[in-house]
């Protein structure tokens, strides 16, 4: 059995790295580590990763969800759900 070539490797990649699955993950992590950042410089010291992510989750996470929500809502306006008419028999 042959595996993956080069190019379905790329493709997959490519399909994973433009997926709003990793674009949010891109977005979540760029804001914990601006948190360690900030943390850091506060406290005078390296916070670390781990420390910065679980501090993140605990502090700043489901405001930072929902003002991207927000954004994102705003940005790409859903459609409103189009009413389906219904089929009467006679």
Do not use: C, N
């Amino acid at each position: 059995m042959i595996g993956p070539t080069v190019k379905d490797i790329e493709t997959s990649r490519d399909f994973v790295k433009q997926s709003s699955l990793y674009q949010e993950f891109l977005a979540e992590r760029e804001e914990i580590l601006r948190h360690k950042w900030l943390e850091s410089e506060r406290l005078g010291y390296d916070i670390g990763f781990e420390r910065a992510l679980l501090d993140w989750i605990r502090k700043h996470r489901e405001g930072w969800r929902a003002a991207r929500r927000a954004q994102l809502q705003s940005m790409y306006p859903q459609h409103p759900p189009q009413h389906q008419h219904s089929v009467t028999q006679s």
